[in-house]
């Protein structure tokens, strides 16, 4: 998968995820950082005071996760992999976001905070709030997932609103297909679509059956041939196609556990352009119920809205 140029890993990480970053850095020939983010010490006022116990203190954190971390990161150099590691301090996602800003990383991979599972999110504050602010691709591995991926699925809406639109789709497809390649693993793309104007035409309108049933036929039709147009543009013609009528945020989440889906590679921000609006209403439900690894992508023109001085 030859497209990352700069790995960011957050760290801790479970070993799943450590090797996921190591072999996406080897096949890209790209650099790997380890970052590793601790919260700055509280309950004193003394932290920022020269010599100060809290500062020391904080210090010998900061050196003892430094030698953790260049002990984790040897065997991943003895690979060819050009692999460096720091810590920082502050809030997580800040200090995440600001180096990816300040070192243009174009990827960040990390392990999910949860377990998921019936009774628990995957997710957690860390990694949603990258998946909507952060300005490269976050891929958020589930932790205790196997080596390989069995399934990748790509979730896209070919409806041709705008060009930006048109572009993450053929990003979210290639990501998806490249690594569904690289794990062995079937890869499946997903559609869901609701009819336009379905509420209003249900038995509150002058339309005959017929011409209802002929409206629906001709938007699925419309609908499968830009589906058809864009995975025969940008997969090799062996991806599962799944075309489904129903509201993306129900339809995304049941394709994802009816088959058994490893990868979810799907775009997290809305086509509206609200300022402030920075991850559609659809994705944080998909986000909220899903319960597999995620790798979220956004537009080009998307610009983070955490700025720094």
Not at 114 to 139: A, I
Not at 179 to 202: P, R, Y
Not at 236 to 251: C, I, N, P
Not at 261 to 284: K, Y
Request: proline share 5%; net charge neutral.
């Amino acid at each position: 998968m030859q497209r990352f140029k700069s790995i960011l890993l957050v760290y801790p990480c479970d070993n799943a995820t450590l090797e996921r970053a190591t072999s996406l850095a080897r096949a890209n020939h790209a650099k790997l950082t380890l970052l590793r983010v601790e919260r700055e010490l509280t309950g004193t006022s003394l932290i920022t005071s020269p010599g100060s116990p809290a500062l020391q203190l904080q210090d010998l954190v900061i050196k003892e996760y430094q030698s953790q971390l260049k002990d984790i990161i040897a065997p991943v150099k003895k690979e060819g992999v050009r692999v460096s590691a720091k810590v920082v301090i502050g809030t997580p996602f800040l200090e995440i976001i600001r180096d990816v800003i300040l070192t243009k990383h174009d990827l960040v991979i990390m392990t999910a905070e949860g377990m998921g599972g019936l009774k628990e999110r995957l997710f957690g504050s860390t990694s949603l709030h990258l998946m909507r602010k952060c300005p490269c691709p976050v891929w958020v591995m589930k932790p205790s997932k196997p080596k390989q991926f069995l399934r990748v699925m790509a979730a896209v809406d070919p409806e041709p609103f705008e060009d930006s639109s048109d572009e993450l789709n053929v990003f979210i497809l290639k990501l998806a297909a490249a690594v569904a390649a690289k794990d062995g693993a079937e890869l499946h793309v997903v559609h869901a679509w609701a009819l336009f104007g379905e509420s209003i035409i249900q038995g509150r309108t002058r339309l005959t059956d017929p011409e209802i049933s002929g409206y629906i036929q001709e938007e699925t039709g419309r609908h499968q041939e830009l589906l058809d147009a864009l995975v025969s543009r940008h997969t090799d013609g062996s991806a599962v196609v799944h075309m489904v009528k129903g509201l993306a945020e129900s339809v995304i989440v049941e394709m994802a556990k009816s088959e058994k889906v490893d990868l979810l590679v799907m775009g997290t921000v809305c086509r509206t352009g609200i300022p402030g609006f920075f991850i559609g209403n659809t994705a944080e439900k998909i986000l909220d119920e899903v319960d597999c690894s995620v790798l979220t992508v956004k537009p080009a023109t998307f610009q983070s809205p955490v700025k720094f001085d």
